[in-house]
């Protein structure tokens, strides 16, 4: 084994100490909390663009919720026999 390869497995305890303290000193932040943050250039919409795909959303959404009441029908049916 070469020095680098080596140097993978020794010390490993202390790569996850360190792993381990910096998910302890991260703290997630809120959307919208950032004062600094700018507007991605490009990415205006007006009104009609924002309503139709609020619509496709909604459509979307009613065919998934419909595909998973069969689903759940078809799984209760197979242990009733």
């Not at 998910?23 to 600094?36: A, L």
């Not at 309503?51 to 496709?56: A, E, K, M, V």
């Amino acid at each position: 084994m070469q020095e680098s390869e080596l140097s993978q497995f020794v010390g490993g305890q202390g790569n996850r100490k360190r792993k381990k303290q910096q998910e302890k000193s991260h703290t997630p932040r809120k959307p919208g909390t950032d004062s600094n943050a700018e507007a991605v250039p490009g990415m205006h919409y007006d009104a009609l663009s924002i309503s139709s795909l609020q619509n496709y959303l909604l459509k979307h959404s009613e065919k998934i919720e419909r595909a998973r009441r069969k689903i759940s029908c078809i799984r209760a049916y197979r242990s009733s026999i």
